[in-house]
């Protein structure tokens, strides 16, 4: 929505119904999208989150409860309200069960729905506040997944609970961390990374905790400690599922009692520190295999977030690249004004097995050898180190998987379906074809880019 009104999607087979729930949210103040199916619902989730969902439970093709439970997959937390004829009430009952937010009869109550719809539009935006957006700070996205991650940062930061921060390598995590420390009310205090994989094990609980003076051979002075820098602040223990375990129950006791004992200390120096971590690894393999403590699994994992590989959020590789070679061109002063088209291609197209890191890593190489204003598909080639490699073919790909490569595409070109057709390597004809399946639109996605 281009407003600041409360957002609601509608979702009914029945345009009469439709029509008239437009008609009565929208004057009731609320910014209202109408889907005619629960397959064009999940397209406009694709675009934009609302804060809520109404749709009715008996429809052709996606009935209301099978998108609930695909809204639920992509977008928890996003309040649905089911429309129920008299004879499937208790089908709805069992739907809130599963966590769906109400029901509504029908034919409904204007009052009702309205009073229904405010109820789950506080629990959407509980605890968020008004913000500039600062506190994303170089999280540059248009991907409803990582919008999601960042949706949930926003709610988490308020409180001081431990977060476990999982995904890939190169995917982002510390900027992540940093963006919970930026929205927290320790903003202002101590953000402090450490790489717990990078620093010796020997040497990583003094650098965590501090030692005293003569402590062991070659501690020649008093020194804090990372916890005792972060005081006020927060500690962000990054790949901590590296951690050796002799120094996982020293965490533990910090975590437990808020007080470092710096190495060769008689008393424990108390601190004030949130604790954020973030690993790559399945902690709990490591956990079965007696290589990571149970108990401070536990500790750590209060909240888990989940940063999503870039291959995963294939939208966010164009805006990523321009931002990349902005901020690459300014530091090697050259001026650089943008990709080739077919430079881009190229990079949409590309594995990115190493995530943002491997991006940026790329566009670096590409502008460090660029003589052009504009950046060509040689050197995007060149630091590639490889073939380009191909999206997957659209018939090898199942249903679910399928639509959610239509949205990209249409979103990468911004609802042209030539040049969609011809990154999906298909003729007009048949890409159209796929678009009905899946009730997606082409002036949606134009839209969109028009607004923004």
Known sequence: MSDNRPSVLVVD???????????????????????????????????????????????????????FEAIQANVPGLPVIILTAHGTIPDAVAATQRGVFGFVPKPFDGKALIEQVERARKLST???????????????????????????????????APILIRGPSGAGKELVARAIHAASRRAAKPF?????????????????????????????????????GADGGTIFLDEIGDMPVSLQAKLLRVLQERAVRPVGAMQPVTVDVRVLSATHRNLEERVASGEFREDLYYRLNVVALA????????????????????????????????????????????PWPGNVRQLENVVEQAVALASTPILPAALVNEALASEPATLTPLDE??????????????????????????????????????LERHGLQPTMFKRTAARA
């Open 13 to 67: 087979d029945d345009p009469n119904i439709l029509t008239l729930l437009k008609m009565r949210l929208e004057s009731a103040g609320y910014a209202v999208r109408a889907a005619p199916s629960g397959e064009r619902a999940l397209a406009e989730l694709a675009l934009a989150r609302p804060d809520v969902v109404v749709t009715d439970l008996k429809m052709e093709g996606m009935d209301g409860l099978a998108l």
């Open 126 to 160: 509980a605890s968020e506040e008004p913000s500039d957006g600062s506190w994303r700070g170089e999280i540059v996205t248009s991907s409803p997944a990582m919008e999601e991650v960042l949706r949930r940062v926003k709610l988490v930061a308020a409180s001081d």
């Open 192 to 228: 402090v990374a450490v790489n717990c994989a990078a620093i010796p094990g020997e040497l990583l609980e003094s650098e965590l905790f501090g030692h005293r003076k003569g402590a062991f051979t070659g501690a020649s002075y008093d020194h804090k400690g990372l916890f005792q």
């Open 307 to 350: 940063v999503p590989a870039l291959a995963d959020r294939r939208e966010d590789i164009v805006p990523l690249a321009s931002h990349f070679l902005r901020k690459t061109a300014a530091r090697y002063a050259k001026d650089l004004k943008a990709f080739a088209p077919d430079a881009l291609e190229l990079l949409v197209a590309a």
């Open 397 to 434: 790909a199942k249903r679910a998987f399928e639509r959610d490569y239509l949205v990209r595409l249409l979103k990468i070109t911004a609802g042209s379906v030539t040049q969609a057709a011809r990154l999906a390597h298909r003729n007009r004809t048949e890409f159209y074809k796929l």
